[in-house]
């Protein structure tokens, strides 16, 4: 079993910066990958970026070069730098410990806060 703790959300205006962090405990062993999703009011869940242990990143094309995804395995915790911020980018953003089989893993999810951008 994986908790997440979410935290950074709130509301910022149109080109600002938020950054979200998450930290992890439990078992540790499947939280090699992490992601942070997002969900727009009446839109799907969405991968947003996504982080291996090793510190390999994907960010999905929407948010590149806006946001970066990064974490500290000493710490426990990932974080999602948001730079150049969009009222497209308001979501409550997730973050995520993928399921892997082979471990018997997830997934996991955080509570997911909102981040509300204004024009």
């Known amino acids: 079993q994986v908790t997440l703790v979410e935290s950074g959300g709130g509301l910022v205006q149109a080109g600002g910066s938020l950054r979200l962090s998450c930290g992890y405990s439990g078992d540790i062993s499947c939280t090699s990958s992490m992601g942070w999703y997002r969900q727009a009011a009446g839109k799907e869940r969405e991968l947003v970026a996504g982080i291996t242990n090793g510190g390999n990143t994907y960010v999905a094309d929407s948010v590149k070069g806006r946001f970066t995804m990064s974490r500290d395995n000493e710490k426990n915790t990932v974080f999602l730098q948001m730079n150049s911020l969009k009222p497209e980018d308001t979501a409550v953003y997730y973050c995520?410990?993928?399921?892997?089989?082979?471990?018997?893993?997830?997934?996991?999810w955080g509570q997911g806060p909102q981040v509300t951008v204004s024009s």
């Open positions: 995520s410990a993928p399921s892997d089989r082979s471990l018997g893993c997830g997934p996991y």
